[in-house]
């Protein structure tokens, strides 16, 4: 199975998420604090029951930790570069950068594996289980902002080319397991602090405390039910 058709199950997976993010956005009526609130409670959700889980089973603590660190940094970098005078707007910008890192690891290691055709069930099968959450959770950003959906299309695009890109390095470079844990840490780090800092906090005295717990514990039962499935 070749990178551009795995690149194609990848579009159509977080194109699937997309359009169960769509359905809750018209539940909510747009309302861009509960679309936040549910990306916050969705994203910590998706951290806590997958991606720091699985993470120290597959890498050393010492990297991810780093890398957590690294990405703390970095988010506080890129979050002065891309809305320096309107800190109030959750970034997609951001979100997506970290969700393009945290697929790096994936990619390269698919990319290894894409010559064993007895995989190839298995890995399409995981691609599109695994990047559900993705497309939930950048279309519910992106919603979150009121966004046109012809740019959410183009991130869309721009995702699936990297994970194509990605997954071609693969086949020729085997990244060492430090340097992939590290990789895990920083997307650890840029999607923590996003969910916490730019989608939760920002709307702590905007909405009463009930509506707050709402959004964000129906955030956490999602991811919870997206783990469920792909598990």
């Not at 988010?75 to 891309?82: H, K, M, T, V």
């Given at each position: 199975?070749?990178?551009?058709?795995?690149?194609?199950?990848?579009?159509?997976?977080?194109?699937?998420g997309?359009?169960?993010?769509?359905?809750f956005?018209k539940l909510?009526?747009?309302?861009?604090?509960?679309?936040s609130?549910?990306?916050?409670g969705?994203?910590?959700?998706?951290l806590?029951?997958d991606i720091?889980?699985?993470?120290?089973?597959?890498?050393?603590?010492?990297?991810?930790?780093l890398?957590?660190?690294?990405?703390?940094?970095?988010?506080?970098l890129?979050?002065?570069?891309?809305?320096p005078?309107?800190?109030q707007?959750?970034?997609?910008?951001?979100?997506?950068?970290?969700?393009?890192?945290?697929?790096?690891?994936?990619?390269l290691?698919?990319?290894?594996?894409?010559g064993?055709?007895?995989?190839?069930?298995t890995?399409?099968?995981?691609?599109?289980?695994?990047?559900?959450?993705?497309?939930?959770a950048?279309?519910?950003?992106?919603?979150s902002?009121?966004?046109?959906?012809?740019?959410?299309?183009?991130?869309?695009?721009g995702?699936?080319?990297?994970?194509?890109?990605?997954?071609?390095?693969?086949?020729?470079?085997?990244l060492?397991?430090?340097?992939?844990?590290i990789?895990?840490?920083l997307?650890?780090g840029l999607?923590?602090?996003?969910?916490?800092?730019?989608?939760?906090l920002?709307?702590?005295?905007?909405?009463?405390?009930?509506a707050?717990l709402?959004?964000?514990?129906?955030?956490?039962?999602?991811?919870?039910?997206?783990?469920?499935?792909?598990?």
């Amino acid at each position: 199975m070749s990178a551009m058709i795995l690149g194609g199950f990848l579009f159509f997976s977080i194109s699937i998420g997309g359009t169960i993010a769509w359905v809750f956005s018209k539940l909510f009526q747009h309302t861009a604090q509960g679309l936040s609130l549910l990306c916050g409670g969705f994203l910590v959700g998706l951290l806590i029951l997958d991606i720091i889980p699985s993470s120290f089973q597959m890498y050393k603590s010492f990297g991810i930790i780093l890398g957590i660190l690294i990405g703390y940094l970095v988010f506080q970098l890129l979050s002065s570069l891309f809305h320096p005078t309107n800190y109030q707007n959750p970034s997609v910008s951001l979100l997506a950068i970290a969700m393009v890192i945290h697929t790096i690891p994936i990619c390269l290691t698919v990319g290894n594996l894409l010559g064993n055709s007895a995989l190839s069930i298995t890995i399409t099968a995981s691609i599109i289980l695994h990047h559900l959450p993705e497309g939930f959770a950048l279309t519910t950003a992106f919603l979150s902002q009121s966004e046109k959906l012809w740019k959410l299309f183009i991130y869309f695009i721009g995702f699936s080319i990297f994970f194509i890109i990605f997954i071609l390095i693969g086949q020729y470079w085997d990244l060492t397991i430090r340097a992939q844990g590290i990789l895990m840490g920083l997307s650890i780090g840029l999607i923590g602090t996003a969910s916490i800092s730019e989608f939760i906090l920002h709307h702590v005295q905007t909405v009463t405390c009930k509506a707050f717990l709402t959004y964000i514990l129906l955030g956490y039962l999602l991811s919870y039910m997206f783990h469920v499935l792909a598990g």
